[in-house]
């Protein structure tokens, strides 16, 4: 009941809201995510192709979460994903090969510059406010950061090598089921976060937003707030999984992060349902996966003509994805719509 | 010296004079309509007053504090709060969530039992009939002191009026209301105060005897009003 | 009562869930001049939509000219002589008064270029100002202009949607004029107005559109009895 | 003599620029259509003219006619069976599905293009237009760029008449300025979305072979240009066919002249940053009961602060 409080402010109910947020339900949906990923384990082992997918898997995977934090939330569309993870990934780098600093370090920073580079984005996305005009706007942002990147001697349009495999203190991750574990980690700390996000007040605000402004301000919130809020969130997570990608491979190269990626990413979070919480994952296995399966047949490089049907497809006919399309028809799948603050818990 | 008083308020777009130094004044705790035809400035002045729209010269002043330049959400959260003629409520959001959104000093339970939502409390907002999208938009607006309210009527059925009209009526007890009202027996019916708005300007203000009895609104007006 | 050229049968229309009209039943008699009245709100502007084919109907018949019209898109109403003037003067703002009137014509494939001209006659004011762009013009000119988009692809009767809201009492009266002297070369004229004074001049027919119904009042000489009587009923 | 050679250059770059924006105007004026997949159906155009032409051997007057028809069935297919299927949706859902279909429809025709013809590089000869030249003022100009430059003033001529004296030009004119009006007038839309469509990639077929024996082909050439595109566009105004005209040449003239003193990274950056500038003061110039730049840019400044530090 704690939007009963007659006295309660509106910063003091968000916290208080906040506090309240029920723990399980995260916890369970972080849970969920590891149990899977470890029941994968043992392809990983077994085989050296099966691992290198497992890991762009879980990759993109957390970028993808990311993004679905801007893209179903808010419903910003916000074409820059790619960008946002390359500086992430090129910013941990630098520091790692020319300041020696710890991996957890710079995957950290990495992190952070994603997310105020992130803020600019959103700042500006709130100032134009017309959808077309944000995709135009970051899309060109993000051949910005490409040619900045790809012109800047330190980078250049051979990218960065050589920097150090991931590490927490005195593990380091070397041999593929390591860095699969570890990237696992990461995802199910990323699952948590976006399930949290999710059912707090502020994922509900946002979700609000996106959907009705004028209706939000007339009922005392200020949209803006929110719009911001989950572009800095996800960009964080975004920049955080172009770190990773980056000390896992061992290259970043600029011309690896721009359209082509965004666009995957965009097809990966569709596919999968956008602002669901298991659609990333579900989206990532099937637009990394399914590619690696059709050409291990002998097929060749499908990848384009999947993707390039996928979204069609989906957005002809399955509008809210494959969980977003499983949680219609079946209700309380994912995040079925219920809040923990709801006030008669 | 009202809860709201409003002078000389003017509000342009582009050429067309939207409100033209429309002054009124609301009482704390009673009821005000405001009538007129198509294009009297009804909306825009409802927008000026929540700060949707920010008037060209004049003032509005809430409780002693001039609103005229703050922004929507600001004079939403010093209570003043409106619906809109769109019957807007979060579409993918429950009954129950919208209403917490929209409650920080009442209890949100205690809106959804005076509004008859318990039923309903987990449907989606998508999946609410058009009654229910009304009661669950007054309840989103029914969180501040001073409700401007948009054609609550409109739409809705001869059978659901009734309801309606005792749930503002049990608004009305503790909060002050501005309503925009086309149909002029449930204004006068309703109202302890009448404006009058015609194209821009107010044409007479007063309560409903004062206003039947005005002869230039009578004559200008009341008569194309009232059907 | 002459022939029939449009009738409405039990017509209903709503958007989403808000019903708009209910049970609506209409018969405009060919060659005279039907009004409907009403508040703001009521339903009129959405009866015309349904009738030129802007709006679906949820249920009920439109006949024009005993053909069941329900479901035909507007430039195929167009094409068999039942056009639409939408209310508030709307006009293509950056097409001049020409360019306005042949973007009106299209629909009317072949229909023959005098019918310019007779429009322009009847239109002095649009004579003049051809190569005007239609957005530079004033309220009332531009109203002008909606008719004459209307009248250009020769219909069999024209739907008006307020034609006056807004405009100044002189303008007021050559609207008036031309309303009449549309129904004298023959075309059936459907007005839609939210005050009375203008029917009371030309309508042969009045109907009292409220809350989403449509009542008959009667014919001129009756109607306007009958418009004061439920007036005083309601105002008490 | 440089300056003459860069202005040369600007005007050729300009030509496809203009045609390349113009063409995607019409589709994205009209239809509220950002065509993603322009780019793509500009290839096509060379590869359909570089398959007939370079490898099947008929004369080049045919392989451009089949490049245009083939690329205008290919228009008309795409409009008619996936975009007009998303016409219903409410308005955001629809500038997102149509984003997203457009750029689904790319990325498939980009590896179809580079799965039968490859990824390399492809020249393409245009009878002997290209080796014939004529001296202007001691500069040496290609009979082909002579082409182009006379290919885009054509295009333009005949869009102008289109527009201002075709019963289609009308019909697009009238859904640009109000579309339900349009409808009520009597207007086809659904015919008049087909012609747009059809003939924006009729004329970004005919651009893309062009371009192609200009420069060289390769399956996703035109993806820089797709950007310029919203540049030329946005900045000479949604659905202004001459403003796309003006503004292309406009940037065709500043790249050729820029590039004497700066390098390519910078210059596109640079008409990057300026898109975004321009969307960023176009917001604040227009959004209401703001007078002045300097005060709207303030009441963003402020609403941003608090709606973080609040």
């Known amino acids: 009941m704690s939007s009963s409080e007659a006295t309660a402010t509106h910063e003091e109910e968000l916290d208080v809201d906040l506090r309240n947020l029920e723990w399980t339900e995260p916890i369970r949906a972080a849970a969920f995510v590891l149990v899977g990923g470890l029941v994968v384990v043992p392809f990983v082992i077994s085989s050296n192709y099966v691992g290198y997918v497992a890991l762009l898997v879980l990759m993109f995977g957390i970028m993808a979460s990311g993004y679905n934090i801007m893209l179903g939330w808010p419903n910003l569309l916000v ?91 005195p593990l380091v991750f070397t041999s593929q089921v390591e860095q699969y574990v570890f990237l696992l980690a990461v995802l199910v700390l990323v699952t948590f976060i976006v399930t949290a996000f999710d059912r707090s007040l502020l994922g509900t605000l946002a979700v609000a937003t996106g959907e009705d402004e004028e209706l939000l301000r007339s009922i005392g919130y200020n949209p803006s707030r929110y719009k911001l809020v989950s572009v800095v969130l996800g960009a964080f997570v975004l920049g955080i999984g172009g770190a990773l990608y980056a000390h896992v491979n061992g290259l970043v190269t600029p011309g690896a992060f721009t359209l082509d990626q965004t666009v995957l990413l965009l097809v990966i979070a569709v596919l999968g349902g956008l602002r669901t919480i298991y659609g990333p994952i579900v989206g990532a296995v099937l637009m990394i996966g399914l590619p690696e399966i059709v050409r291990s047949l002998g097929f060749g490089d499908y990848q384009p003509y999947i993707i390039g049907l996928t979204l069609i497809l989906v957005i002809l006919f399955l509008p809210s994805g494959i969980v977003g399309g499983v949680k219609d028809y079946f209700g309380d799948f994912d995040n079925g719509g219920v809040s923990a603050w709801a006030f008669w818990k | 010296m009202g809860i709201l008083e409003v002078t000389e308020l003017r509000r342009t777009f582009g050429g067309i004079i939207a409100l033209d130094s429309v002054s009124l004044s609301v009482t704390e705790g009673e009821t005000t309509v405001i009538i007129g035809a198509n294009g009297a400035g009804k909306t825009t002045l409802f927008n000026c007053i929540t700060g949707y729209h920010m008037p060209d010269d004049g003032n509005v002043v809430f409780e002693g504090t001039d609103i005229s330049q703050t922004p929507d959400y600001k004079v939403a959260r010093m209570g003043i709060r409106r619906t809109f003629q769109e019957v807007d409520v979060f579409d993918e959001l429950t009954v129950a969530e919208n209403i917490s959104l929209g409650a920080f000093q009442s209890n949100p339970r205690e809106l959804m039992e005076l509004l008859d939502l318990m039923e309903i409390h987990d449907k989606l907002g998508e999946s609410l009939t058009l009654f229910e999208r009304k009661r669950v938009a007054l309840a989103l607006a029914a969180d501040g002191q001073l ?46 105060n009448v404006v009058v708005l015609s194209q821009g300007r107010v044409l007479g203000q007063g309560t409903p005897e004062e206003i039947k009895e005005d002869e230039e609104v009578q004559e200008k007006y009341l008569g194309e009003m009232a059907l | 009562m002459s022939d029939e050229i449009l009738s409405v049968s039990d017509l209903e229309v709503s958007y989403g869930d808000m019903t708009v009209l209910r049970n609506v039943d209409l018969s405009v008699p060919e060659g005279g001049v039907v009004s409907v009245v009403g508040a703001n709100g009521a339903g009129k502007t959405t009866l015309m939509k349904a009738i030129s084919g802007v709006k679906d109907p949820d249920s009920g018949e439109i006949t024009f000219r005993d053909e069941n019209t329900v479901g035909l898109d507007p430039h195929e109403l167009i094409q068999r002589g039942l056009t639409y003037v939408p209310e508030r003067h709307t006009v293509f703002p950056e097409m001049t008064v020409l360019e306005n009137l042949r973007t009106a014509m299209i629909p009317a494939e072949g229909s023959n270029s005098d019918v310019l001209e007779q429009v322009f006659e009847l239109f002095p004011i649009l004579d003049e100002r051809r190569q005007q762009d239609a957005g530079t013009m004033s309220g009332g000119q531009q109203q002008m202009l909606a008719i004459a988009q209307g009248l250009v692809v020769e219909p069999d009767i024209i739907l008006l949607d307020e034609p006056t809201l807004g405009l100044a009492p002189k303008i007021v009266e050559d609207v008036r004029d031309t309303i009449l002297e549309i129904s004298d070369n023959g075309v059936t004229v459907l007005l839609v107005d939210e005050k009375i004074q203008l029917s009371k001049e030309v309508a042969e027919d009045l109907y009292l559109m409220r809350k989403s119904t449509l009542q008959y009042l009667g014919e001129r000489g009756e109607f306007e009895a009958e418009y004061e009587r439920i007036l005083q009923e309601t105002i008490e | 003599m440089v300056l003459l050679e860069s202005l040369i250059n600007g005007l050729i770059q300009g030509s496809i620029f203009a045609v390349f924006a113009a063409s995607f105007t019409i589709i994205f004026g009209v239809m509220d259509i950002p065509n993603m997949g322009h780019a793509a159906l500009f290839a096509g155009g060379a590869y359909v003219f570089y398959q007939l032409v370079n490898l099947t051997g008929l004369p080049w007057i045919v392989g451009l006619i089949g490049a245009v028809l083939a690329i205008a069935v290919l228009g008309a297919v795409v409009e008619k069976t996936l975009l007009s299927r998303l016409y219903g949706r409410k308005e955001s859902e629809y500038v997102f599905g149509v984003i997203l279909v457009t750029i689904g429809l790319a990325r498939i025709l980009e590896r179809g293009y580079a799965q039968i013809w490859g990824h390399a590089p492809k020249y393409i000869e245009l009878g002997n237009l290209q080796e014939n030249s004529v001296q202007v003022s001691g500069t040496s100009v290609s009979h082909l760029e002579l082409v182009v430059i006379a290919f885009a003033v054509a295009n333009f001529a005949f869009l102008y008449w289109l527009i201002n004296y075709t019963d289609t030009g009308l019909s697009l004119q009238a859904i640009v300025q109000n579309r339900e009006l349009a409808i009520m007038r009597g207007i086809n839309v659904d015919r008049v979305f087909l012609i747009a469509f059809t003939l924006g990639a009729a004329m970004i077929a005919a651009a893309g072979v062009l371009n192609a024996a200009m420069f060289t082909l390769e399956p996703t050439l035109g993806f820089s240009l797709l950007i310029k595109a919203f540049i030329i566009v946005i900045l000479g105004g949604i659905g202004r066919v001459m403003g796309a005209m003006v503004a292309g040449y406009a940037l065709g003239l500043y790249e050729a002249f820029a590039v004497l003193y700066l390098s390519s990274y910078y210059i596109y950056a640079s008409e990057f940053a300026v898109l975004i500038a321009f969307f960023l003061l176009k917001a604040i110039v227009l959004s209401e009961g703001e007078d002045s730049l300097i005060a709207g840019l303030k009441e963003r400044a402020t609403s941003l602060r608090q709606g973080v530090a609040e």
């Open chain 2, 147 to 192: 409700l401007l309210l948009d054609e609550v009527f409109s739409g809705l059925d001869p059978a659901e009026k009734p309801a309606m009209l005792e749930y503002l009526d049990a608004l009305a007890e503790e909060k002050t209301l501005m309503l925009i009202e086309h149909d002029i027996e449930t204004a006068f019916d309703l109202a302890d």
């Open chain 1, 79 to 169: 074409f820059c994903p790619a960008a946002l993870a390359v500086i992430g990934g090129v910013v941990s780098s630098l520091l790692a090969i020319q300041m020696g600093l710890p991996f957890a370090v710079t995957l950290l920073i990495g992190g952070l510059t994603a997310a105020i580079v992130g803020s600019a984005v959103a700042a500006s996305a709130i100032i134009i406010g017309s959808t077309f005009e944000i995709v135009i706007a970051t899309l060109a942002f993000e051949q910005i950061v490409y040619y900045a990147f790809t012109n800047w001697d330190r980078v250049g349009p051979t990218g960065i090598s050589g920097m150090p495999n991931p590490s927490l203190g």
